[in-house]
Structure formats: structure tokens, C-alpha cells
């Protein structure tokens, strides 16, 4: 019985009967530090003891302490909702980067993950993250980082994969509820997850992988209504006008499965006449979150510094 499998999920994980979650890939971690390559120092911080919600924090050390606020940038990483961590090497040294060369607080957050803790548990522990992140507005909140350093008035979501799935929740959900004192600026999907029921695109060619992105969406959210859940469709969402964001910067990669959904999420909002600003970036000849698991690649470097120019552009 302990070795009988009742999911396998090639390369992620295998779940076993008798409930074991054997992770494949994206269990090495590294520990916060200072970092000697970008002189970035990190730090992990507890949001929820009783939920294991945590963050890992990045800040510069160059001008250090910086003579004015610095944009915050929240990330939430990727995985399918089930694998990696903040503290996942490509994770922890993405963030390195983006911090240095973008001059920013970059908050990395740590979600429960299925299938120990179904969709949507993911989205709500990002969503209390960021009401943490938000607590700090005034300088009264847990963190001397962003009590004195955090400018509130620019604060940005971005993720990959999974990750940018939820950042684009966290941004419908600002747009309706508010936090107060924050303003979101923009926000960064690399990659994103967003799928649904009718293809799209170079999605019908692609039929054995079609099949695999329905069945990894129901594995990690059992509930689901299928895959035009509005969690995992933005087309399916009545909210989608409420995106929070002034900005939204969408990445996709030519070799993706995922590629032609980032295209359509930027004519959904055309289409509904979204007031911000949006733009597609392609990387040509690349696949899937091709910049972690290649992060020195020259198509790599590119992908930074636009995430790096939409930053700044605040």
C-alpha cells in the first residue's frame, strides 16, 4: 500500500495511497543572505505561524539606506500550485536580480501547496501576504524594511506560471476590495497560467499536452468546476474589469502551450475596455519558464531587464 501510486505527475510529483507527496524537482532551498553577486541581503519572515505563511524579503545593500522609498515588488513563484519554494535557488537568485537592478523591496511569498492544500489555498495565503505587505502603510506594521523604506504608492505583483495565475487574482481582488494605502502600479505575468474548456490558438495541434494541462488543473484544484473555472479562465471572470492595476505586462514564450493565453488575455481586457495599459512581450524560440531553468542565457538577460524597464518605467 505505501508504494502504490494514485497520481503520478511526471516531472512534479508522485502521490502515493496512502497520502505521501513524493516532490520530484523543486525541493533544494538556499538560505536568506547577503548576496555577494548583487549585494542584495535577504531575510524570512513569518506572516501566519498557524497557516505557515511566509515571505522571503529582499532589499539592496548598495546605497543602503536608500535616501528615498523604493517601489515594493511582490512575486509569488511558480509550479503548477504543488512544487518550489521562495527559497528554491532560481527563485531566491531571480529575486536577487530583479531587487538590484530594478532598486526595489522585493517580497517572494511562501503558499501552501497542493495537493496537501487544494486551489484555491494558494490564492488566499498570497492574498493575506499581501494585506501583511499592506499593514505597513504609516510604518506601524512587523517589518523595519518596509515600515522606513517601502513606497506604498508603487507596488507591484508579478509571478511565473502558477505564480502569475495568482498574481492576476491578487490584482482583480485589490480592484474590488481596495488596500488601503496601496497603489498598484503594475503587474508582471511571466508566463502565465491561464487555460479553458475550447482551444485556442496552436492549442487543437497539441492535443496529448492539452490533456495533461486539464488533468494537472483539476490534481491541484479538486473542486474545480473544469478548466473555464474562473480561477483558471480570465475570460470566465464577470470581474476581469476590475483588474487593480495600472499597468500589466504580459510574458510568453513562442515554444509555450501557455503562449497563446497570454496573447488573449490582452484582448480580453482590450475588448472590455480595461482602462490601464497592457503589453505582450514574445521570446522567440524559447519554451515554458525557459528563464529559470536557463537563467544565463542571453534570451534570459533580455527577459530581466524587461521586467527590469516596466519597473522603472513608474
Given at each position: ?82 512544487i518550489e519554494t521562495p527559497a528554491s535557488p ?225
Open positions: 500500500m505505501d508504494d502504490e501510486i494514485a497520481f503520478d505527475l511526471p516531472p512534479f510529483m508522485k502521490v502515493f495511497k496512502n497520502g505521501r507527496v513524493e516532490r520530484l524537482i523543486g525541493e533544494e532551498v538556499v538560505p536568506a543572505s547577503l548576496d555577494a553577486t548583487t549585494n542584495v541581503e535577504s531575510k524570512d519572515v513569518i506572516i501566519s505561524k498557524e497557516d505557515n505563511i511566509s515571505a522571503r524579503l529582499y532589499i539592496p545593500k548598495t546605497n543602503y539606506p536608500p535616501t528615498q522609498k523604493l517601489p515594493v515588488f511582490v512575486y509569488i513563484h511558480g509550479g503548477a500550485f504543488c532560481n527563485y531566491h537568485n531571480y529575486l536577487n536580480s530583479v531587487t538590484s537592478l530594478a532598486n526595489v523591496i522585493g517580497v517572494s511569498v511562501h503558499y501552501r501547496r497542493a495537493p496537501e492544500h487544494p486551489v484555491p489555498v494558494a490564492h488566499e495565503d498570497s492574498w493575506l501576504a499581501l494585506k501583511w505587505v499592506a499593514s505597513h502603510v504609516g510604518g506601524k506594521g512587523s517589518d523595519e524594511w518596509l515600515n522606513k523604506f517601502a513606497d506604498f504608492e508603487k507596488v507591484f505583483l508579478g509571478g511565473d506560471s502558477a505564480g502569475a495565475n495568482i498574481a492576476h487574482y491578487l490584482g482583480i481582488r485589490v480592484g474590488k476590495e481596495n488596500l488601503g494605502g496601496v497603489k498598484l502600479e503594475g503587474g508582471v505575468y511571466l508566463h502565465p497560467y491561464f487555460w479553458g474548456v475550447d482551444p485556442i490558438g496552436s492549442e487543437s495541434a497539441r492535443g496529448e499536452f492539452v490533456e495533461k494541462v486539464h488533468n494537472l488543473w483539476r490534481f491541484s484544484c479538486p473542486t474545480t468546476t473544469g478548466s473555464d473555472d474562473p480561477l483558471i479562465n480570465p475570460e470566465k471572470d464577470p470581474n476581469l474589469g476590475s483588474l487593480g492595476f495600472k499597468r500589466v505586462l504580459v510574458c510568453v514564450a513562442e515554444k509555450d502551450l501557455l503562449k497563446d493565453r497570454g496573447w488573449y488575455y490582452k484582448e480580453l481586457l482590450d475588448k472590455i475596455g480595461w482602462g490601464g495599459v497592457v503589453e505582450v512581450v514574445e521570446t522567440k524560440d524559447e519554451d515554458h519558464v525557459f528563464h529559470m531553468f536557463n537563467p544565463t542565457c542571453e534570451n534570459a538577460a533580455d527577459l530581466l531587464n524587461r521586467v527590469v524597464s516596466f519597473i522603472n518605467k513608474a
